[in-house]
T-cell receptor, first 113, second 117 residues
Framework: GDSVTQMEGPVTLSEEAFLTINCTYT??????LFWYVQYPGEGLQLLLK?????DKGSNKGFEATYRKETTSFHLEKGSVQVSDSAVYFC????????????FGAGTRLFVKA | GAVVSQHPSWVICKSGTSVKIECRSL??????MFWYRQFPKQSLMLMAT?????????EQGVEKDKFLINHASLTLSTLTVTSAHPEDSSFYIC?????????????FGPGTRLTVT
């Protein structure tokens, strides 16, 4: 079945450091890929998405490129801030079967001042 | 816009009792709502898909007689955990898909933490 694997956390970085959170997926067909962020005490929020191969999603300085050849959707940010501390979830949604979403386990990011 | 609320945010109940959790879309109509369960340090696992006016579709391994889902209106879905046991303790999250918009679009509630003693 479909699955999403992302790097285990927690990831601890200093402010202004470069961030990469790896995400790979297994799916039939051509899913859409997402990164969600969950700030403490809040619900998941869509951070960015890509709907087809080679698409790059971007938002708030975060980027991820849909790589079909490596089945990956790694999240990157050039310079993290303390306010980026949160849990990040990689996810996929197939365009069949009710558009259900499969989530990765989540990666907790701590950014130190 | 696109706010989803859950009530209660946390609840403690005794083993054998039932608990109802509400999921509301506050500023949009949602024909479809999803219920997820999240264990500590683990992913969200889809439990069921709730469609307004029809029976919910449960994922494999989820007991539909234990987790009763009702989606009676375009802004409200409820999850009732019947005869709760300690192993039902978890974080339950709902999401709502707007009636108008992309089928990939969904907005999440803040979650409900259930503790069964």
């Amino acid at each position: 079945g479909d699955s999403v694997t992302q790097m285990e956390g927690p990831v601890t970085l200093s402010e202004e450091a470069f961030l990469t959170i790896n995400c790979t997926y297994t799916a039939t067909g051509y899913p859409s890929l997402f990164w969600y962020v969950q700030y403490p005490g809040e619900g998941l929020q869509l951070l960015l998405k890509a709907t087809k191969a080679d698409d790059k999603g971007s938002n708030k300085g975060f980027e991820a490129t849909y790589r079909k050849e490596t089945t990956s959707f790694h999240l990157e940010k050039g310079s993290v801030q303390v306010s980026d501390s949160a849990v990040y979830f990689c996810a996929l949604t197939r365009n069949t079967g009710g558009f259900k979403t499969i989530f990765g386990a989540g990666t907790r990011l701590f950014v130190k001042a | 816009g696109a706010v989803v609320s859950q009530h209660p945010s946390w609840v403690i109940c005794k083993s054998g009792t039932s608990v109802k959790i509400e999921c509301r879309s506050l500023d949009f109509q949602a024909t479809t709502m999803f219920w997820y369960r999240q264990f500590p340090k683990q992913s969200l696992m889809l439990m069921a898909t709730s469609n307004e006016g029809s029976k919910a579709t449960y994922e494999q391994g989820v007991e539909k007689d234990k987790f009763l889902i009702n989606h009676a209106s375009l802004t409200l879905s409820t999850l009732t955990v019947t005869s709760a046991h300690p192993e039902d303790s978890s974080f339950y999250i709902c999401s709502a898909r707007p009636a108008r918009g992309s089928p990939y679009e969904q907005y999440f509630g803040p979650g409900t933490r259930l503790t069964v003693t």
